[in-house]
Every structure is written in C-alpha cells, then in structure tokens.
Nanobody, 123 residues
C-alpha cells in the first residue's frame, strides 16, 4: 500500500508555469507505473501523463508538448512540470500509482491515489 501526497499547486496566469510534486511512502514496487490525473469541476477524472519504471513517458494529447513527467526513484518523488498553461488546464491534479505497465493504467486500475492539489489558470 503506497501513500501519496501532492504539493505545488496554485494560481497562475495563462502562459505561466507550475511544478507539481508527489511524495510516496509506505510499501511500493519499483515496477509501478506512476501517473498524473486531473479532474476539472463538473468533469470526469482523466489521465494526463504516465511514466514507467524505465523512464518511458506517455502524455494525453491535450498536454503533449507542454507538460513533462519525471520521477526520482531514490527520493520516492514524482514530478509534473507544466508550462504554457491554459485556462482549460484548471483542475484538481492527482498523483497515482498503478500496475507495472503504463499501457494498462487507467482510472479503474489505479492502486493508490493522492489527495490532490488544485491548479487554477486565469486568462
């Protein structure tokens, strides 16, 4: 059972940047896929970025080229660097741990969720 805690959210203007962090504790497997999901008000939670144990990454089309996911295995910390932020990026952002393969990681296969950190982007 992995415990996840996000930080780094806040309010920024469109075009700005923000870096989110997710600290992991408790039992975890080095083979976990790790990911960031987000949930705008009134909408479903969606995956935005995934990173596997080999460092391979995958991004949702809506954020590709603007967001970058990374992990520091030694520090047990996951990051999401967000740039060129848009108002439509406004959402609660959640850190998640899942199965071994990121290709299999969707909402229903997430094994651990963080509590979320709010990101608000204004025009």
């Amino acid at each position: 059972q992995v415990q996840l805690v996000e930080s780094g959210g806040g309010s920024v203007q469109a075009g700005g940047s923000l870096r989110l962090s997710c600290a992991a504790s408790g039992y975890s497997s080095s083979s976990h896929c790790m990911a960031w999901f987000r949930q705008p008000l009134g909408k479903e939670r969606e995956g935005v970025a995934w990173i596997d144990s080999d460092g391979g990454t995958t991004y949702a089309k809506s954020v590709k080229g603007r967001f970058s996911i990374s992990r520091d295995v030694a520090k047990k910390t996951l990051y999401l660097q967000m740039s060129s932020l848009k108002p439509e990026d406004t959402a609660m952002y959640y850190c998640a741990a899942g199965p071994q393969y990121c290709a299999l990681m969707i909402r229903s296969t997430v094994t651990s969720w963080g509590q979320g950190t709010q990101v608000t982007v204004s025009s």
